[in-house]
């Protein structure tokens, strides 16, 4: 296909052309009910002046005839004719024979029966029409009045072509002014469609340029801008969980193969059998409980356990989770308080719950035995929270930011057990809610608050 061609094809595809042609035939047939309104009143108007015209010097003539008879009728035709500069005006009296006893017509006008009738008569420089009003006069006689309506004719015509050439001027600036409008939201249309080819391609670097207009097209580009972002923050995290996958299951797996290799060398021993097989059932749980906490995560970041929001005391809350973990705490030689101050919020108790326990089992894991770890709960200025403080190691501020992301570890925490997932999972649920993690210095230790709009 030609190079023009394919233009025509995408041309004749054009949404905006089509809108232009559409708005064009809209706009002409409007201009031609308008125009169509003001040649139906110009020309209603100036037939009724006319006949009005013809009516009152009809009468006038026939009173003169109710007075005085046909003579007295042809003399007061004569005088008006005489005396009145009216070109425009044509009267004729014809008696029973046809002849043209009175007026300014040189024959009498060719018998009809219509009362009105139009006459073409002869002018200088040009014949012209006249509209001529038939009364009978007497039993032998015939009265015409009429007028000249050349110019009305003229004018008529006058105004038709005006209309129409408005007719044709306005479709013509609507196409116009379409074609115009294509070629501006093209071009704007066509930032967004090279970013997306490009996208396409699988580069998510590029981004939509802004105007500064601040129109629809800016906060369009700013979307997709935004969405772009969303994109390639999404893609960093699934590259990030994949490395991390790859890197965290490798050492489990290799340990579970080890496992499964020595339950068969004990094979005879079934002390020694059993001991493997209970080591690979270990690790085979740790790499459930990964990918649990992984759909974990996948479930509450798609927003489906919104469904279950119901009001949450979150005082009574946490104090269930500090009596679940007392006993542990205290088994690592750990004190585990708590401060709760009245603190209400609607959301998922059930994940509010698994929030705060990995809080508290990241707390108890990370600090040694003599530390101490405190709970509090509150709520100001429209914010509910629950926070857990240690006197731990704490988070190096420049790392605080890293240790939410998937599989995140601390170069000190690769010894605990741990997936790194309890704080990405924290943060989660604080997003689910609409809330946000806060990781704060403790002086020492590290002290992080879940907080979420109260309710």
């Known amino acids: 296909m030609t190079a023009a061609f394919v233009a025509g094809r995408l041309a004749i595809r054009s949404t905006v052309l089509r809108l232009a042609a559409g708005y064009a035939a809209l706009f002409a047939g409007l201009a031609l009910l ?109 009265l015409y009045v009429g007028r000249d309506i050349q110019v009305r004719l003229e004018v008529r015509k006058v105004v038709a072509e005006t209309l129409l050439w408005s007719i044709l001027f306005t479709v013509g600036a609507s196409i116009l002014v379409g074609l115009l409008a294509r070629h501006l939201l093209v071009r704007r249309l066509a930032r967004i469609s090279t970013v997306a080819d490009r996208v396409v391609l699988g580069d998510l670097s590029p981004r939509v340029p802004l105007s500064g207009a601040g129109d629809e097209f800016d906060r369009l580009a700013g979307d997709i801008n935004v969405m772009l972002d969303r994109l390639v923050e999404l893609m960093d995290g699934v590259r990030q969980v994949s490395d991390a996958i790859a890197h965290d299951l490798r050492t489990p797996l290799a340990r579970l193969r080890g496992r499964l290799e020595g339950a068969l060398r004990a094979v005879d021993s079934p002390q020694a059998f059993r001991a493997a097989a209970e080591a690979a059932l270990q690790e085979i749980d740790q790499v459930v409980r990964l990918f649990e906490a992984l759909l974990r995560i996948a479930e509450i970041e798609t927003g489906h356990r919104r469904a279950a929001f119901v009001p949450v005391d979150l005082a009574a809350l946490a104090q269930d989770m500090v009596e679940l973990y007392q006993p542990l705490a205290e088994q690592r030689g750990q004190t585990l308080t708590a401060a709760l101050r009245p603190a209400t919020c609607v959301g998922d108790r059930m994940l509010m719950a698994q929030a705060v326990a990995n809080l508290l089992d990241n707390a108890i894991k990370h600090i040694p035995s003599g530390g101490a770890i405190a709970v509090e709960t509150g709520q100001r200025e429209g914010i509910a929270e629950i926070a857990v403080g240690d006197d731990g190691p704490g988070i190096p501020g420049g790392e605080r930011d890293k240790v939410t992301r998937r599989f995140y570890r601390l170069e000190a925490s690769r010894s605990t057990p741990g997936s790194g997932l309890g704080l990405s999972l924290v943060l989660s649920v604080a997003k689910l809610h609409g809330g946000r993690l806060e990781l704060e210095d403790n002086a020492p230790g590290l002290r992080a608050r879940l907080c979420v709009p109260a309710g």
């Open 34 to 142: 308008l125009a169509g309104y003001i040649y139906w009143r110009t020309e209603t108007y100036l037939a009724r002046q006319t006949d009005r015209a013809i009516l009152f010097a009809a009468e006038t003539l026939l009173e003169r005839h109710r007075l005085g008879g046909v003579s007295a009728l042809a003399r007061a035709i004569e005088s008006r004719l005489n005396e009145e500069a009216d070109e425009d005006e044509i009267v004729a009296l014809v008696d029973d024979r046809r002849r043209v006893v009175a007026g300014n017509l040189a024959a009498a006008p060719v018998e009809t029966d219509l009362k009105w009738f139009e006459l073409e008569i002869l002018r200088r420089p040009a014949n012209a029409t006249a509209r001529m009003l038939r009364l009978p006069v007497g039993e032998t006689h015939m």
